[in-house]
């Protein structure tokens, strides 16, 4: 499984972007942004989802917490389960309960398979666990062209739900989000903040598609550096 350490981020100060980097660079960036952290809202880049940092101690602290076990949450919609269901005991259902935040990538929640299927997996190198990662990581890899614009539509609307909710034609935007109508779409954000509607277009079509978004995200991200 890829280093959750290397996941890129965008961190939000109300409206305007504060930085787009790698987790740790985004974690130490909002922490450096003193009095504002509580209105910092970050972003992964993936899926447009709300990334909950865990800031505690000093910057070195949070950088070492982070290459061992980047303590942070995933915001969603999905409950979490308190163990994974392997009948035969995986090694996150086996280990004790700790207080805090689950570990990212080690988040553990409820899996129905057959006998046959919980033999299967924990017969593979590495137990059930491993494998169903590896799977997982193996299927995005391979996501058709459909699944991927369904993906980019996702990550968008996680985005736009989040931040934008309460800004002017974000129903109509939604809905031109998922009709895959891109004037439509940029038709009713264009009042919004510039850096929401940036990103938001980044996260639907990708970068490659929206050059003229580059420049925003880019001078957010350099006047962090030069800070």
């Not at 990662?133 to 995005?140: D, H, S």
């Not at 539509?153 to 109508?181: C, H, K, S, V």
Request: aromatic fraction near 4%; hydrophobic fraction near 35%; proline fraction near 6%.
């Amino acid at each position: 499984m890829s280093d959750p350490s290397l996941k890129i981020c965008t961190a939000f100060v109300g409206h305007r972007l504060l930085s787009t980097a790698s987790l740790p660079e985004v974690a130490v960036a909002v922490r450096q942004s003193t009095g504002v952290a509580d209105a910092v809202l970050v972003f992964d880049d993936a899926t447009g989802r709300v990334i909950d940092l865990d800031l505690r101690g000093s910057e070195a602290e949070i950088l070492d917490r982070m290459s061992r076990h980047p303590a942070i949450d995933e915001g969603g919609d999905h409950p979490k389960a308190d163990v994974a269901s392997d009948p035969r005991g995986s090694d996150e259902a086996q280990s004790p309960k700790t207080r805090g935040r689950p570990k990212l990538g080690v988040v553990a929640r409820e899996v129905t398979l057959l006998p046959r299927q919980w033999e299967w997996l924990t017969s593979q190198p590495g137990g059930a666990s491993a494998t169903l990662r590896r799977l997982v990581e193996e299927a995005r890899k391979t996501m058709s062209p459909r699944q991927r614009r369904r993906a980019a539509q996702e990550a968008a609307y996680q985005f736009m739900q989040a931040i934008a909710g309460d800004l002017p034609g974000y129903e109509e935007a939604t809905r031109a989000l998922f009709a895959d109508d891109r004037p439509s779409l940029e038709h009713r954000i264009a009042a919004w903040p510039e850096d929401i509607r940036t990103y938001a277009l980044r996260l639907a079509f990708g970068a490659h598609d929206n050059q003229s978004a580059d420049p925003a995200i880019q001078r957010n991200t350099d006047d962090q550096h030069h800070d």
